[in-house]
């Protein structure tokens, strides 16, 4: 394996370590071209993502449901975690241990 040093990228670093994702993506206006940008560079490189969490992005124009089913269109077999604002900590808790759950 070669040295990692400044010249990598995060995206090196994570192929040399084997480390498996965990991806996270938001709601907000050109979320959907970022993440399916990021899937398909993980994808080139054969690297495994444990799960998608869609954090809901406050403002956004974009409903975080429409984002989670357009991005299941690209995701196949990677399990979508939606991460809502959370009302409680309750609420907060249970989304938290359901992707830990993935991991």
């Known amino acids: 394996m070669v040295p990692l040093d400044a010249r990598h990228t995060v995206l090196d670093w994570i192929e040399a370590l084997r480390i498996p994702l965990l991806l996270i ?12 940008t990021c899937l398909d560079a993980v994808t080139r490189r054969g690297l495994g993502i444990k799960a998608l969490v869609v954090n809901e992005t406050p403002g956004a124009t974009v409903t975080l449901q429409d984002t989670i089913d357009s991005l299941g269109n690209f995701a196949a077999g990677v399990p979508i975690v939606a991460l809502r604002r959370a009302k409680s900590t ?6 938290f241990a359901q992707i830990a759950a993935l991991l």
């Open 25 to 36: 993506a938001g709601t907000y206006l050109g979320a959907l071209s970022h993440t399916l």
């Open 90 to 95: 309750a609420d907060a808790e249970r989304t």
